[in-house]
């Protein structure tokens, strides 16, 4: 019999099936696709030569993640690549806010009037970031704080709404480029805690970055995979599960899936009845004939590049997928090129290029002019650049990746409690009806994103329970 059996091959069930495998549990990982990924896959979709990420492509949280760190990583084939700029804000007027490696280039970006605000604002944080970052992201409870005064003074700052943190600044530029962080977790502006989740991400900007892996999102998870051989763990590609009985026997299962299949799978009828899910995206993965021919120099340095023309329209796009149940006209949209820091994505001379926008959960329109025109309006000829495109709306990218229900990339709506309290208003996350039965998807706290941390916090509740079996 099996010590753990993991259903999912994601990065927090690759990381899960790790964290019990060098504790010296055996394990079997098992994923109905072809390939392990779940959201950091690279895929030929659109031309020959041309090698795009399905989902995920920039990942300020993967480097900057307590698990990952902890891995070696780097020794099966990941690399990661630093863009000049992390990211990048372009305005209509040809200028743009910058997310830089340095605080004082960032700042300077925003103007005079809000340069010290942004100082005084990452100041504190800046030097305390990987405990910091460890002590927000570990398991709830079982984990004692290392700095409970930098924690509890970031809780201060980061637990109201974003809309209350812009009122430290004076101008656009800073409240534009804060409301776009916030916005990569398809967060209203006015929602709880949605403060915390913009200050993350320009924290992990200044500290670590916001790089990409060398030849795609797959590197990450291939040298996951390749880690938990090294130590043992078996993988089975092109398995699907539909219920308990088609999985091996095994003192613990543990599932990297959303809650609804979890329950489908298990018969747990409607334990997460009450999970909510959040709005679609609609993707474009671009193949291009050169770099995309930005207005603002300060884009075209940018591994990501958030379009949005100020805080205003960012915040209508955001209102108009969560609650008025329509696409935006002027959609909000997070876009990533890696090909400017990373030649091996496509052939010399061309570019890959991702854009996507927020839509109503389930939505099944077409999303493609909406997003060209607005990307018109920062880079003009963009149509031009084109090569060949690929699409996908909430349909599409459900059929890919079976977790994202309706289309919702963050596995479950970062909205309310449950931006913190996911997948139940729980003390113990990961746990479910069912004694050997966890969760470690994106459901699960500290939430979405490519930094394993679910899987990470989810194995040891699984090997403190095996610890005692």
Request: hydrophobic residues 40%.
């Amino acid at each position: 019999m099996l010590d753990a059996v993991v259903v999912g091959a994601g990065p927090n069930g690759l990381t899960a099936a790790v964290e019990l495998a060098r504790r010296g549990f055996s394990v079997a990982l098992f994923e109905a696709r072809g390939t392990v990924g779940g959201g950091a896959r690279t895929e030929e979709l659109t031309l020959p030569g041309f090698r795009h990420d399905p989902c995920s492509a920039a990942h300020p949280l993967a480097v900057s993640s307590p698990a990952f760190r902890g891995l070696p990583l780097e020794r099966h084939g990941l690399e990661w690549l630093h863009p000049e700029l992390p990211m990048a804000h372009p305005f209509l007027d040809g200028t743009a806010a910058v997310l830089s490696r340095s605080v004082g280039e960032t700042a300077a970006s925003f103007g005079p009037r809000d340069a010290g605000a942004y100082r005084r604002l990452v100041t504190p944080f800046l030097h305390r970031w990987d405990t910091l970052v460890r002590d927000f992201m570990s398991l709830p409870l079982t984990a004692l704080p290392r700095d409970p005064v930098t924690l509890a003074r970031f809780g201060l700052v980061g637990l109201p709404p974003s809309t209350w943190l812009a009122r430290r600044f004076h101008d656009e530029p800073a409240r534009t480029l804060l409301a776009g962080l916030v916005a990569h977790v398809m967060a209203p502006l006015s929602g709880f805690a949605t403060s915390a989740i913009g200050l993350v991400f320009a924290l992990a900007a200044h500290t670590r970055g916001w790089p990409v892996a060398r030849g795609g999102s797959q590197a990450i998870s291939d040298a996951l995979a390749a880690h938990l051989r090294e130590l043992g763990g078996t993988v089975h590609t092109d398995y699907e599960v539909k219920r308990l009985d088609d999985l091996p026997p095994a003192r613990a299962y543990v599932f990297d899936t959303s809650p609804t299949a979890l329950a489908r799978i298990a018969g747990f009828g409607d334990h997460y009845a009450r999970y909510r899910y959040g709005p679609g995206v609609f993707k474009i993965d671009y193949a291009l004939d050169g770099p995309v021919p930005w207005t603002a120099p300060e884009a075209r340095r940018a591994g990501t590049v958030q379009i949005g023309a100020d805080s205003a329209e960012i915040g209508a796009a955001l209102h108009a997928a969560s609650r008025e149940n329509r696409a935006p006209e002027a959609p909000f949209l997070i876009t990533v090129q890696p090909s400017v820091v990373d030649p091996t994505r496509a052939p010399e001379g061309k570019h890959v290029f991702w854009a996507y926008g927020h839509v109503p959960h389930g939505w099944t329109g077409d999303l493609t002019d909406a997003i060209e025109r607005q990307l018109e309006r920062f880079a003009p000829g963009f149509r031009d650049r084109v090569l060949a495109r690929a699409t996908a709306g909430p349909p599409e990218l459900a059929a890919r990746n079976a977790n994202y229900i309706g289309g919702d990339i963050a596995t479950g709506a970062v909205s309310g409690l449950q931006t913190l309290l996911r997948p139940k208003l729980s003390l113990f996350p990961y746990a479910t009806p069912h004694p050997a039965v966890f969760i470690c998807s994106q459901a699960t706290p500290p939430g979405p994103g490519v930094h394993g941390m679910p899987g990470h916090n989810a194995a040891k509740a699984v090997w403190r329970r095996l610890r005692q079996t």
